[in-house]
């Protein structure tokens, strides 16, 4: 089924968007919106539960985006060379093809236009609140509701899906004399267009799946490009090529085809996690690839040395370029083999003691991960921030739910990212999850909330981390950006695509404790027989006491 048959299946289903959209509840002396669902953010992971949530006939719901577009990582991304290195059929909702992929790896803008186009052929603009960043978020046991503060207003929901992402908030680090740094500086993921590059001395700090993309990108252009590389990467060549306009006419007459397509991908991934997972010693010949491909590229043998890792390949993610190697290779460019450690004016100096004069600084030093920010912002039902919940390493019930903070789930959760494949299939995963969630809920009935054991969730991590012993993420003598401050791996999933589509098909009610409303205070004396005899006519679900029941 292909996009646009989405949009004339769901049309039937549609309602009136300013009656399903818009309730408000009494909350002190002002009225404030009130939604079924809340999720935050626009990038693959909300839009995602936005067209699940139509798809299940939940319409009462709001996307709030920071903002004033969608597309996330997608959107705010758009340096120099931006482009995915997963395979585009790969890199796309399964209930939404597209058999238009002008390349075998897309680029940014592709991407982005993809996602607008799953906007409007979904219906998802009417739900949309941009320049709604959300400021604070707190749970109410007494309502069972969360209260959220955005920069656009105020409003409370049953539930949240926190689609946030692990890649939103650019980290750059606190280098000593970076304040007194009298040229441009900015993060690969804001970057200034603004800015011209020509003739500059640019310094790039990291060597990243970003960095690789950018020094091709701009090395033509620049004066001087010094790269800073605390780490070395692995880099296999990026096998990309423009896909024909036949190829792309036989996957729209053919759907078949792209699903196919798609299979394969997909089919080949899953085959190479058990060398990620239970074989680390099976990578050797990737590794041994690696090493062609850059001995092709880099006949200096001391830049060689330079650039060769010395942990085993699949430790940090492997990137993909056919450039970047060349690239190294220029007149001027120059690689200094270590981190940056201090700014003194335009003098760049590297930990081993070399020295380099920049006009421009781009930092492309990753994401706040394991620490994400919007963490700070949630509070739960002790009073207690999800930061503070998370403070000895993120955890939560299959990568959704964490105790202490009941209808609230996040998308693209500790413990589910991917070191070979596409995180749209573990977000389409957890949006299975999110679809159970609500049916439970409804199956409940009345006000309801659920609020995961902390038994379960560390039941579950403990079984994670188990696994993660064995991965080449913890032995292969790296560290990355998947593990903490204290060295766990909170960040990647240890099993392949479809396990984890199973163990996330269905809520289990036994690791949740069902929450109700308190009972009301004791009526006044004189109002006791009357409130008496109308209880008598009530349920026994509703003059149960409604503190906390177990599933």
């Given amino acids: 089924m292909t996009v646009d048959e989405h949009q004339a299946a769901d049309e039937h289903e549609a309602v009136d968007e300013h009656e399903a959209v818009g309730e408000h509840e009494a909350v002190g002396e002002g009225r404030r919106e009130h939604v079924r669902v809340a999720v935050i953010g626009a990038g693959f992971g909300g839009l995602g539960a936005a067209v699940r949530l139509r798809r299940e006939g939940i319409t009462d719901f709001v996307v709030l985006e920071r903002a004033n577009g969608v597309g996330g990582a997608w959107r705010d991304n758009t340096y120099p060379g931006c482009a995915c290195d997963v395979p585009s059929h790969l890199y796309s909702f399964s209930f939404a093809p597209n058999p238009d992929w002008p390349r075998a790896f897309s680029g940014q803008e592709h991407i982005r236009a993809y996602l607008e186009h799953v906007t409007d052929v979904f219906g998802l603009r009417s739900h949309l609140r941009f320049d709604s960043e959300v400021r604070r978020m707190t749970w109410d046991p007494e309502r069972l509701c969360w209260d959220i503060e955005t920069a656009s207003g105020f409003l409370c929901a049953d539930f949240v899906v926190s689609a946030t992402g692990p890649l939103s908030d650019p980290k750059i680090p606190d280098v000593p004399g970076l304040d007194s740094f009298p040229g441009k500086v900015f993060h ?81 991934r899953e085959l190479q996690v058990q060398a990620f997972t239970k074989h680390p010693n099976e990578l050797g010949f990737v590794e041994q690839l690696a090493r062609r491909n850059m001995a092709r590229a880099v006949k200096d043998p001391a830049l060689r040395a330079r650039l060769t890792p010395d942990y085993r390949i699949g430790c940090k993610r492997i990137l993909l370029s056919s450039e970047y190697y060349p690239a190294l290779t220029r007149p001027n460019v120059d690689v200094v083999a270590s981190g940056l450690r201090e700014i003194r004016g335009s003098t760049l100096v590297a930990a081993d003691g070399s020295e380099a004069e920049a006009d421009v600084i781009v930092f492309g030093t990753g994401f706040h991960v394991t620490d994400m920010p919007i963490a700070e912002r949630v509070v739960g039902a002790d009073g207690r921030t999800l930061a503070q919940a998370w403070k000895g390493g993120m955890e939560a019930l299959r990568g959704a739910s964490a105790p202490g903070f009941p209808n609230w789930m996040s998308i693209i959760g500790p413990n589910t990212g991917l070191g070979n494949s596409s995180m749209i299939l573990i977000i389409e995963s957890q949006l299975n999850y999110m679809a159970d969630y609500l049916r439970q809920l409804s199956v409940l009935g009345g006000r309801a909330a659920l609020d995961a054991r902390p038994s379960a969730v560390h039941a579950w991590n403990r079984r994670v981390q188990d696994r993660m012993r064995r991965t080449v993420w913890n032995t292969g003598g790296c560290t990355s950006w998947y593990l903490d401050a204290d060295g766990r791996n909170t960040t990647v999933w240890p099993g392949t695509t479809s396990e984890f589509r199973r163990v996330t098909r269905r809520v289990d009610l036994a690791e949740y404790v069902v929450l109700r409303p308190p009972a009301t205070k004791k009526p006044p004396r004189e109002t006791a027989m009357k409130a008496g005899q109308d209880a008598a006519a009530r349920t026994p679900r509703e003059t149960a006491p409604k503190t906390e029941a177990p599933a």
Wanted: positive net charge; without cysteine; aromatic residues 4%.
């Fill in 188 to 268: 690969s993921a804001r970057w200034d267009h603004d800015h011209d590059l020509t003739g500059k001395r640019v310094a790039m700090v990291g060597t990243g799946a970003s960095a690789i993309q950018i020094v091709p990108a701009i090395q033509p252009k620049v004066g001087r490009l010094t790269v800073f590389q605390r780490t070395p990467p692995w880099v296999l060549p990026r096998v990309d090529r423009a896909i024909g306009r036949a190829e792309r006419r036989l996957h729209q007459l053919l759907p078949l085809t792209a699903k196919v397509r798609r299979g394969l991908l997909w089919g080949i």
